[in-house]
């Protein structure tokens, strides 16, 4: 029968939906229950910079409806990219070894500790069942040439009590005999595949759009990075590399994928990454139309229909 499909951006605070998307002048602290009238679904980005504070989290959870959904990024230090030891909580910045440049040496014992730091307020969001999944978006350096899959064992067996997806950024994970063993290993640990909708491009840091695997029957995650392949590969911003802006034809795509992909799962999430200006809020809204789902939209985006 398949479940419901979640669709959301990926971040509610971006500077182009404060520009174009909110209404003007809106305070801040108005911004996410806005967001929640038109979504049920958010993808927390700044948990990939720093942990958030308790009262933040709660603030979050009382400014959404009781079937709001926010999915995790975890923090930079689990994905393999370099993390400079300012974005560590403060009491293991103390701790932390660094090099030269301020960068940290991520050891198990440190991602163990900064795992328990993140965690904290994770459970206030989980209490008030509103946590989805949590998302390890991994370096495009972490490659099969130089890394194994099974370097992921400690952190996976650490959230094996959380709904784990992992967004591979490197392309040779998932291109020839090395998808079939990339997708068994997703598989035996219960992790979710995240697939994606990306360029046509051979480009490493450009994984493939025409794979559509379920790997935890919990959930099915899609993650839409836009179409614009020189962007993707050149831009020196987030606005720049996911410049883009989904047609309606590429929107009914979508919709279709996503209708698929949820037959084998309770959940699908869907989350726009074109985050240029107000694509993404556009895209999401024109996607849950697509789907026929009841859109609860003040009278500020009635124009979008």
């Known amino acids: 029968m398949g479940g419901r499909i979640l669709v959301g951006t990926a971040s509610w605070s971006d500077p182009g939906f404060v520009e174009r998307w909110y209404p003007k002048k809106m305070p801040v602290s108005e911004r996410l229950g806005w967001y929640a009238q038109h979504f049920e679904l958010v993808e927390v980005n700044s948990t990939f910079y720093s942990v958030p504070e308790p009262r933040m989290v709660e603030r979050w959870c009382a400014a959404t409806p009781d079937d709001f959904t926010f999915d995790v990024k975890l923090h930079q230090l689990f994905s393999f990219h370099s993390t400079p030891a300012k974005l560590l909580p403060p009491d293991l910045q103390r701790r932390a070894e660094t090099d030269a440049k301020g960068k940290v040496k991520s050891t198990p014992d440190l991602q163990e500790a900064l795992l328990k730091f993140f965690l904290r307020p994770m459970s206030i969001i989980r209490n008030a069942g509103k946590l989805g999944v949590l998302l390890l978006q991994l370096s495009p350096a972490f490659s099969p040439r130089k890394h194994q899959l099974s370097e992921l064992e400690p952190l996976i067996g650490m959230l094996s ?145």
Not at 201 to 221: C, G, I, K, L, Q
Not at 227 to 243: C, E, L, P, Q, S
Not at 268 to 281: G, R, S
């Open 161 to 305: 009590d959380y709904d784990l997806a992992i967004e591979l950024r490197n392309r040779n994970w998932a291109i020839g005999d090395q998808l079939e063993s990339t997708i068994d290993f997703l598989r035996r640990h219960r992790v979710i595949f995240v697939n994606l909708d990306a360029p046509a491009s051979d480009h490493f840091t450009v994984m493939p759009s025409n794979v559509n695997e379920v790997t935890n029957p919990r959930a099915v995650y899609l993650r839409l990075h836009g179409r614009n392949a020189k962007a993707y590969v050149t831009g020196k911003t987030v606005a720049a590399r996911f410049d883009y802006d989904y047609s309606d034809k590429e929107i009914a795509e979508v919709a279709k994928r996503s209708k698929k992909l949820v037959k084998e799962a309770r959940e699908a999430h869907v989350i726009f990454n074109n985050n240029n200006l107000d694509y993404a809020p556009r895209a999401g809204l024109r996607l849950r139309k697509a789907l026929g789902q009841i859109v609860r939209a003040p009278a500020q985006t009635l124009e979008l229909f």
